[in-house]
């Protein structure tokens, strides 16, 4: 049932389209920038967030990201997080490698997750 009260203005022509609910307009907004930044050794990186490991991901979306054992053991793939919507909490191996550096954002790309 259509209860909407039609005034003299809604009858401009024009003026009839509806605009979404504010609700909507947040959520397109947020879609828009979930985008997870890091940087590495000055470089700043944009990774589209998709479900696996922050180095996999980063990798298969051409960025170049150091990295090498995988194993959470070297540090070569330290990376800052600027922006990490997402991610999962710093696994025991980050906490290990990277200790306080954990609370000023960084995290080992290879060791962390994108949900
Ligand atoms: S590649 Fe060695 S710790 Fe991530």
């Known amino acids: 049932m259509n209860n909407r009260v ?5 009858l401009i022509p024009g ?3 509806a605009k979404p609910p504010v609700s909507e307009q ?3 907004k947020v879609i828009k920038t979930e985008v ?3 940087e590495q050794n000055g470089k700043r990186m944009d990774i589209h967030p998709v479900k696996g ?3 996999d991901i980063a990798l298969n979306q051409g960025k170049q990201i150091n990295y090498k054992c995988r194993k959470g053991t070297c540090g070569q793939c330290t990376v800052k997080v600027l922006i990490g919507p997402r991610l999962s ?6 906490q290990k490698k990277l200790k306080n550096e ?3 954002g960084y995290r080992l790309a290879c060791q962390a997750e994108i949900h």
Request: hydrophobic share 35%; aromatic share 4%.
């Open 102 to 104: 954990i609370t000023n």
């Open 26 to 28: 947040t959520e397109s």
């Open 15 to 17: 003026r009839l389209i």
């Open 89 to 94: 909490a710093p696994n025991s191996q980050e």
């Open 36 to 38: 997870i930044t890091v």
């Open 6 to 10: 039609y005034t003299v203005g809604s």
């Open 53 to 55: 490991k922050l180095l």
